[in-house]
């Protein structure tokens, strides 16, 4: 099973500034990484996926980037609804996995 | 894209059976797969397995294989997952969501929460 580990676990940061995150893949996953984000009492939406895609109606301030283990989503200009957690997730083999998550959060 | 509405909470005895249901609408049903991912309190998604609306072919996480069973139904565009021999732990939000065979899951249904207790 491919581990998915997420850097940092909270990231505080303050509205307007940038926010960067990170996960690793315990091998390979070529480019099948996706971004999720999830609010409280909602399900996750996803963000991004082939690693650099942004899904449909996911604003330009959301990007990703990387390949093979790692991998990156950067958050330009964080507004009050952007703080929330943020899953990675490889579907490069099953089972598919998720990483632990970042809590982005209002500095 | 679609949209995916689940059944209402459940509340079972250990060692009991839960099946949760998720309909599907506007997009084609039989043309995806549905994934179910389960979410503890507190925790991180869990990937449950995925099941073809087209031909039934299921992929289960191991840790699940021997209690659960995902299936699909075209003629309702409705699939479900059935959990069994249920224990305290299997406390959870579970989800639905609409993806092909090893691709990210776009659409999510609102999660169906399962709470086991005596």
């Known amino acids: 099973e491919i581990v998915m580990t997420q850097s940092p676990a909270t990231l505080s940061v303050s509205p307007g500034e940038r926010a960067t995150l990170s996960c690793r893949a315990s091998?390979?996953?070529?480019?099948?990484l996706a971004w999720y984000q999830q609010k409280p009492g909602q399900a996750p939406r996803l963000l991004i996926f082939?690693?650099?895609t942004r899904a449909t109606g996911v604003p330009a301030m959301f990007s990703g980037s990387g390949s093979g283990t790692d991998f990156t989503l950067t958050i330009s200009s964080l507004q009050s609804e952007d703080f929330a957690v943020y899953y990675c997730?490889?579907?490069?083999?099953?089972?598919?996995?998720f990483g632990q998550g970042t809590t982005v959060e209002i500095k | 894209q679609g949209q995916l509405v689940q059944s209402g909470g459940e509340v079972k005895m250990p060692g009991a059976a839960v099946k949760v249901s998720c309909k599907a609408s506007?997009?084609?049903?039989?043309?995806?797969?549905i994934t179910w991912v389960r979410q503890a309190p507190g925790q991180g998604p869990e990937w449950m397995g995925w099941?073809?609306?087209?031909?039934?072919?299921?992929n289960y996480a191991r840790k699940f294989q021997d209690r659960v069973t995902m299936t699909t139904d075209t003629s309702t565009t409705t699939a479900y997952m059935e959990l069994r021999s249920l224990r305290f732990d299997d406390t959870a939000i579970y989800y639905c969501?609409?993806?092909?065979?090893?691709?990210?899951?776009?659409?999510w249904g609102k999660g169906t929460t399962v709470t086991v207790s005596s």
């Open positions: 969501a609409k993806s092909p065979f090893l691709r990210p899951m776009d659409v």
């Open positions: 506007g997009y084609t049903f039989s043309a995806y797969g």
């Open positions: 099941v073809s609306a087209y031909n039934g072919d299921t």
């Open positions: 091998q390979s996953v070529g480019r099948n």
């Open positions: 082939d690693a650099s």
């Open positions: 997730q490889q579907y490069n083999y099953w089972p598919v996995t």
